[in-house]
């Protein structure tokens, strides 16, 4: 029974985190305000504990952002898009620092150049496994816009794609 449940897991929990992202975004179109005061370091460290499969550190100050309970949807795609995508050997950082930055990096295979470019877009068509991890960087993308602020890729090592990915948000600070 535990080994059929940790199979099944990865499945549920994806199942009820779309349904919740469908719902915030349901929300904010008749009007709900994703303004809500959510501390960073307490969704991130809750993300790594669930994240048991992935080799994760946090380092960071804790900073309170503007954003709801979906920030944490944002972290559990970039780390397991990570996982998935960088192997079971894969190491993944998570570093919040000044003005409000979060990053999220892996010393995996990294993301080709030319896929770079609509890495964030919905996916259409063409290879299911690349398409998953569009349609789970395209709702990161749309929950941090959503909170005001931005999300894009960087190489982990500047000018060597194959030596992994960071990917970098900006939030609002809470007042």
């Known amino acids: 029974a535990t080994l059929l449940l940790d199979i099944m897991r990865p499945d549920i929990n994806n199942a009820d985190n779309v349904a919740n992202l ?5 929300a904010t179109e008749i009007g709900g305000d994703p303004g809500l005061s959510c501390s960073r370091r307490r969704v991130i460290r809750g993300e790594i504990e669930r994240s048991l499969e992935a080799r994760t550190t946090y380092t960071g100050r804790p900073v309170e952002v503007l954003a709801d309970d979906l920030l944490s949807e944002v972290f559990t795609n970039l780390i397991g898009n990570a996982v998935k995508f960088g192997g079971p050997e894969v190491r993944v950082t998570i570093r919040v620092e000044e ?3 979060a990053s999220v ?6 993301i080709p150049d030319e896929e ?3 890495l964030f877009a919905r996916f259409n068509g063409g290879d299911n496994e690349k398409n998953s991890r569009r349609l789970g960087l395209y709702i990161c993308r749309t929950l941090i816009e959503r909170y005001g602020g931005g999300i894009w890729l ?3 090592v500047p000018g060597h794609p194959e030596s992994g990915a960071t990917i970098r948000f900006t939030l609002r600070k809470a007042p």
């Not at 469908?22 to 349901?26: C, K, Q, S, T």
């Open 22 to 26: 469908y719902a915030g975004l349901l």
């Open 99 to 101: 003005r409000e930055l």
């Open 105 to 110: 990096e892996d010393n995996g295979p990294g």
């Open 116 to 118: 770079k470019s609509y």
């Open 154 to 156: 960087e190489d982990r």
